[in-house]
């Protein structure tokens, strides 16, 4: 059943379609200064992911599928502990300084915070969720390319400064078409969007000073904030003030009078700004502080600090902290006092939506089910792929992305096909992520499977390795001895049993990484194989003793953790497959073309 789209539906479609043709005209062509963005900054985490990045960064550039005559970077974190996206943002400024001297705080940037393991989207966790792949444009649009459309007419109205954002959402807006969004105020400057008091709970909230408009609200609005609230529960939210109403008349079934419904929302964050002269102050503390040793948030750590009602009260609050580090009050403390009395300018985008799709359940719901982003960003269910007959049979709300499927192949609602070769007897069932696979032989893959195959190297000899998780597994979730290693959940089933089944058993061995922190991302049960389609079978193998609880002996095979897996990954020859598909998908467009 196709959604009921009101009139700022269409407006939000009309300018996001108006958005993605400006940038495909921009593709592959020199931009002018001052039309588009100086430089353009990808975060890493570590050396293999930043060469990941910069690999698929040249290719992205060679085929044309970017703006040229712009300052593309990789930046990867300083070796040593995790310092987060707000330690990230630090260190980027000090890499600006190095890279371009006293003219970078003279620049338009965009910092794009792409750095992690993608636990939760593991199709993203070797080759990064900024290029994931999306289900439209020719060729296809990854993150990368969407949030560079989306912000496409931020660098015409920016002062020099930085805009920071992540890899693993998306916004849509609409603005009238005599308005601008301009970022050229002192301090931080955020956007934000209105949603339910529910997702205010897991994002950051904006409580605003009261407004000296009485007029209606506009699609854009400009105001201050009187201080942020990180991830805070909805007693908070209504206590803090940050709750604001509005009223709709809607009409009644039982006759000519209306109804007078008032619903209650917050505005919520995404992304923000800094001006060149906060980021000195940024870049000068960093300095001052040598290495970091703990995490630190950009959003809940930076923006906390402002606004006039700013306090101190939240440095001490780890309940929203990734973990509980020694240090991190301290630093915390100290960037409360070099950031407060800063303002924080809010530009309220009312006529918004924010998406996130940094899981496979969001992934899968998104880009197959969601039909109202379906009809905003024009999502098709066939994108760049050779599939069988017609979309038709592949079902409506399945997604193939970058594929080739056989004649007889099938793929159920709700499941997405990336990047991958399947035979003509292969069936995908409902709510499934199959991702850089070749799979050549028959096979029936079960609703709620996730698999992904990488190429690996290792003492110089290339080899593939699959991992296969059940959609709704919890990749994130730790013991922290072995005796509670039974506790994981593998496919909906207690890992004790599964290792049963796989002649495997609970010992130092059977982890890899630190051994007081334990889980499904460093148990080593996914098997090296010498060929794509080897590694693809062994992990069905896995997939169906679980599922019919029938013997699959591991213990002979020499067994890699998804951890393991990601160190000795080969992005050269993962890159490569993409590539041969790629241009066996070319040439068969163009031979279609010709017959017709």
Known sequence: MMPVIGEAEVLMRQATRERLQKFA?????????????????????????????????????KRKELPLGVHYHVFVDPPGPKIGNGGSTLHVLQC???????????????????????????????????FTALPFGDPVYQMLDLKLTMYIDFPTYMSPGILITCADDIELYNIG?????????????????????????????????PSSHLTEKGELEYRTCHHFLHKPSIERMCQSGAVCERSNYLASSGGPENSLVISKYVYTDSLFYIDNTTAKLLLAFYKQMGTLCCEIDAYGDFLQALGPGATQSYTKSIENATKEESGLVEIREKIFELLKGLP????????????????????????????KLKLEMGLMPNVFSICPNNVE??????????????????VAPGSIVEYSRLGPEVSVGPNSIISGCYIDTKADIPPNTFITTLSIRIDGELMYVSMVFGTEDNLKKKVTNLADAHL????????????????????????????TCLGLWTVR??????????????????????QQKLPFKLNGCKLLSVEEMLRHKDVEDMLKFRQQLYEEISLHKVKKKSDL
């Open 525 to 546: 049960i996914f098997p090296i194989c010498s060929t794509l389609s080897d590694s693809v079978k062994m992990s069905l193998g896995i997939l169906n003793s679980v």
């Open 96 to 130: 600006l300084e190095e890279h371009y001297g006293d003219k970078w705080d003279s620049f338009t940037v965009i910092l794009i915070h792409s750095g992690g393991y993608s636990q939760r989207l593991p199709n993203a966790s070797a080759l990064g969720k900024i």
């Open 25 to 61: 005209q921009l593709r592959g062509k020199t931009v002018q200064p001052r039309t588009f963005w100086d430089i353009v900054i990808i975060t890493a985490v570590d050396k293999k992911q930043e060469i990941a990045y910069q690999q698929q960064l040249s290719e992205k550039l």
């Open 177 to 209: 078409a005599t308005e601008f969004i301009r970022f050229d105020q002192p301090g931080f400057t955020a956007l934000a969007h209105p949603s339910s008091l529910t997702t205010g709970t897991t994002h950051g909230v904006f409580v605003l000073e």
């Open 344 to 371: 924080l300018n809010v530009i309220l985008l009312n006529n918004s939506k924010f998406y996130h799709i940094g899981t496979t359940c969001e992934y899968l719901f998104h880009f197959t089910s969601d039909s």
């Open 393 to 410: 049979d592949l079902g409506k709300s399945a997604c193939i992305i970058h594929s080739i499927l056989g004649s007889r192949c099938s």
């Open 488 to 515: 994981l959940n593998f496919l909906g089933i207690s890992l004790g049993q599964c290792l049963e089944l796989w002649g495997l058993s609970i010992s130092d061995k059977l982890f890899s990484g630190d051994k």
